[in-house]
């Protein structure tokens, strides 16, 4: 247990929320500022929205004076920074909106940050810490053999990747030129419960159960690295009490699946849960579409810096998570059923962009 207080952004979102809910069952304060934009739900904090140590603020970090007013008014001694618009396709499509929000927003975020940091008591300024939870798509694109480290350059192929990769260099920078105690983490795939329907596991598992056809781009060949959601927040505390300032450490669950395997894994623990399958079976629902634009081949993390250094590994199989994830969305079909009928119907993304100049 412990009293500290932090300020979780992007807290309504997938891994947000997870966040907000292991902080607090660790004792923490935990202020949550988001936006609320299409991929947060509010329904999936409903455990802990009325818990005394728990307080909820929609607002953007890009607005400064309602950042320092909750840094102030909640004597916040860590920010985790989990705000961003994350979706590959999305940003193929509007990348503008990735622009504002994960590089004007974290820059003003860290002004905020820093001027609340400038004006702590010397004692405080030790304690403190900024935990800027980026990805490891900065890196680009892997072949069959090697790992990305935390020496890797960055090599963004998307706009989203992009985008994460010139906040990283912000917080990098803050660090370098203002003394900020900031530390960086770049994670791989997260999945698990709550995660909202337009990423792979869940968009399967859900059009799956309505047979409909599950989309794999391409020939299904590229290779992600899973992490279960949980697990990443385990990480995440461990670096916000014992990270190095400006260091950055990569989490990834050793996990690598080429995505038509993660699909057919789908369908294979579906075909063993009380789920009616279409006539031929679940893997008569796979079709192959056309690839996504610049799609990286193969992502893989070393994460072998904060394993050694903190002592952290990941808990879950990924045949684990993936069953503890499916039953999940078996059963809550009222958090995902409203979303998949009033906001994403699970239609293709990104497939074109929209003029950048209008």
């Known amino acids: 247990m412990t009293n500290r207080s932090v300020l979780i952004t992007g807290g309504a979102g997938f891994i947000g929320s997870w966040a907000c809910k292991y902080f607090v069952a660790r004792g923490y304060a935990v202020v949550n500022l988001d936006k609320l934009t299409y991929a947060a739900n509010l329904a999936t904090l409903r455990s802990i929205e009325h818990h005394p140590r728990y307080q909820f603020v929609q607002g953007d970090i890009a607005d400064t004076e309602l950042v320092a007013k909750l840094l102030r008014g ?20 509007a990348p503008s909106e ?4 994960n590089i004007v927003g974290t820059f003003n975020l860290l002004r905020a940050v820093l001027d609340y940091f400038d004006d702590l008591p010397q004692s405080a300024r030790q304690n403190f810490r900024f935990l800027h939870v980026s990805t490891d ?12 480290t935390e ?6 192929r998307s706009p989203y990747a992009a985008s994460k990769a010139a906040s990283d260099h912000l917080v990098s920078a803050c660090f370098h030129t203002y003394g900020l105690p900031a530390v960086i983490s770049n994670c791989s795939n997260n999945y698990g419960p709550c995660q909202f329907p337009e990423k792979l596991i869940p968009l399967v598992v859900l059009n799956a159960i309505e047979h409909k056809p ?10 992600r690295d899973w992490l279960y959601v949980e697990d990443h927040v385990s990480a995440l505390e461990m670096l916000l009490l014992s990270g190095v300032a400006g260091e950055c450490y990569n989490i990834g669950g050793r996990c690598e699946r080429r995505n038509i395997d993660v699909v057919r894994e789908i369908c ?18 796979i079709s192959f579409v056309n690839d996504r634009p610049g799609h990286d081949l193969r992502y893989a993390i070393d994460c072998g810096k904060i394993e050694r250094q903190l002592g952290w ?11 503890q994830t ?3 969305y078996l059963a809550n079909k009222e958090w995902w059923e409203p979303i998949r009928q009033n906001v994403y119907t699970g239609d293709r993304l990104g497939e074109a962009r929209q003029r950048l100049l209008v």
């Open 151 to 156: 020496q890797t350059p960055a090599d963004p």
């Open 268 to 285: 294979r623990l579906l075909a063993t849960k009380n789920v009616t399958a279409p006539p031929g079976g679940f893997e008569r629902l």
């Open 326 to 328: 499916i039953d999940w």
């Open 313 to 323: 590994r990941p808990t879950r199989t990924f045949e684990a998570g993936l069953s």
């Open 137 to 148: 798509e900065i890196y680009g694109s892997l072949p069959d053999k090697g790992f990305f």
């Open 214 to 223: 599950l989309p794999v781009y391409g020939q299904g060949v590229n290779i």
């Open 98 to 101: 990735f622009i504002e929000t």
């Open 74 to 93: 909640n004597k916040i001694d860590a920010v985790l920074n989990l705000a961003a618009e994350s979706h590959v396709d999305r940003s193929i499509s």
